[in-house]
T-cell receptor, first 112, second 111 residues
Framework: NAGVTQTPKFRVLKTGQSMTLLCAQDMNHEYMYWYRQDPGMGLRLIHYSVGEGTTAKGEVPDGYNVSRLKKQNFLLGLESAAPSQTSVYFC???????????FGSGTRLTVV | EDQVTQSPEALRLQEGESSSLNCSYTVSGLRGLFWYRQDPGKGPEFLFTLYSAGEEKEKERLKATLTKKESFLHITAPKPEDSATYLCAVTSSDNTGKLIFGQGTTLQVKP
């Protein structure tokens, strides 16, 4: 089925470890986004991309890096994980700025 | 600054008891207002897009309406399977396609 696939679905990290979250979409969408969702905070934008090879900072970018080397993939990296990065991470994509997003099923990350 | 506020935070209804969820927004030049449904442990699922004041969209027991300052999600004769968190979002005014989300309304429908 066409859509947005996130891997992994769950992960536990120790403070200071690094990891990469992968987002893959097969809908030929130009725009891709990484959000985090925390209780009481709603969905907050971390980084986004408006096309292959481009990235930009969102609302809460500190401690994260991203890459969009291929149009279908958007990677989110945590360089040195901190407990404050414990969250559920969602990737989303859209074909146009005025259309709604298609979301992935999320990655639940716990940093201990 | 672009902003979205949803109310109430939580809503409990009896099966068949109709009600409305509110989404107030502040954005310079609305490009789109979106409603999503999110079930526990899952990603948000797209429901509706509204683009201009006066527009209405319907899907089963849900109807979304839009004015210049707010949107309503009307739920008619809800069923327990309508229980979920409903998210409202607007396209940001900076022309990047970013969505600004409200914090959501968690709906519980009891049989």
């Amino acid at each position: 089925n066409a859509g947005v696939t996130q891997t992994p679905k769950f992960r536990v990290l120790k403070t200071g470890q690094s990891m990469t979250l992968l987002c893959a979409q097969d809908m030929n969408h130009e725009y891709m986004y990484w959000y985090r969702q925390d209780p009481g905070m709603g969905l907050r934008l971390i980084h986004y991309s408006v096309g292959e090879g481009t990235t930009a900072k969102g609302e809460v970018p500190d401690g994260y890096n991203v890459s969009r080397l291929k149009k279908q993939n958007f990677l989110l990296g945590l360089e040195s994980a901190a407990p404050s990065q414990t969250s559920v991470y969602f990737c989303a994509s859209t074909i146009s700025r005025v259309y709604g997003y298609t979301f992935g099923s999320g990655t639940r990350l716990t940093v201990v | 600054e672009d902003q979205v506020t949803q109310s109430p935070e939580a809503l409990r209804l009896q099966e068949g008891e109709s009600s409305s969820l509110n989404c107030s927004y502040t954005v310079s030049g609305l490009r789109g207002l979106f409603w999503y449904r999110q079930d526990p442990g899952k990603g948000p699922e797209f429901l509706f897009t509204l683009y201009s004041a006066g527009e209405e969209k319907e899907k089963e027991r849900l109807k979304a309406t839009l004015t210049k300052k707010e949107s309503f999600l009307h739920i008619t004769a809800p069923k327990p399977e309508d229980s979920a968190t409903y998210l409202c979002a607007v396209t940001s005014s900076d022309n990047t396609g970013k969505l600004i989300f409200g914090q959501g309304t968690t709906l519980q429908v009891k049989p």
